[in-house]
C-alpha cells in the first residue's frame, strides 16, 4: 500500500498535469478554493452535478442532431449551456470544443456539428475519467490519514 507521502506525489503530479495538458483552467482552481470545512465535500458535488447534467446534454444533443429536420437553435442552445457548465468547472478542453460546435450551428453545418458532437463526447470521457482519478487520490489521501496539497 503506497504511503500519504507517495500518494500525495501521485495527487500533485497527475492534478499538475491536467493543467500543463490544457484538461483544466484557473477556473477548477478557484473552484477548489470555495471548499472549506463546512463544505468539505463541494468540488465534488458541482463536479458531480456537471456529470450529470453533461451526460444529459450530451444526449439531448444526440436526439436533436438525428431528426429529421435538425433545428440548429435547439443544438446550439444546448450546446451553449454545455459551454456555460464545463467553464464554471475549468473543463478547458471541452469548453473549446464547444466554441467549435458552436460555429458549424451558425453554419448550419450538419456533418460539423455531428463531428463535434464525436469530439465533445471525447474530451467529456477524458475529464469524467480524469477528475474521477483526483477524487480517488483524494480520498485515499484522507483515508490514510493525510491532507489534501494544495495545487497553485
Known sequence: ?????????????????????GFLDDQFIQLQKLQDESNPDFVFEVVSLFFEDSEKLLNN???????????????????HQFKGSSSSIGAHRVKNMCVAF???????????????LQQINHEYCL??????????LE?????????????A
Not at 68 to 78: E, L
Not at 102 to 116: I, P, T, Y
Not at 127 to 136: D, G, P, Q
Open 1 to 21: 500500500m503506497a504511503t500519504v507521502g507517495q500518494l500525495q506525489k501521485q495527487f500533485v503530479d497527475f492534478s499538475t498535469s491536467l493543467y500543463r495538458e
Open 61 to 79: 444533443l444526440a436526439i436533436a442532431l438525428q431528426q429529421q429536420v435538425v433545428d440548429f437553435k435547439q443544438v446550439d442552445a444546448h450546446v
Open 102 to 116: 458552436r460555429n458549424s450551428c451558425e453554419e448550419k453545418n450538419l456533418d460539423g456539428c455531428l463531428r463535434c
Open 127 to 136: 475529464i469524467k475519467n480524469k477528475l474521477e482519478t483526483v477524487f480517488r
Open 139 to 151: 480520498r485515499q489521501i484522507l483515508e490514510a490519514g493525510g491532507t489534501i496539497p494544495l495545487i
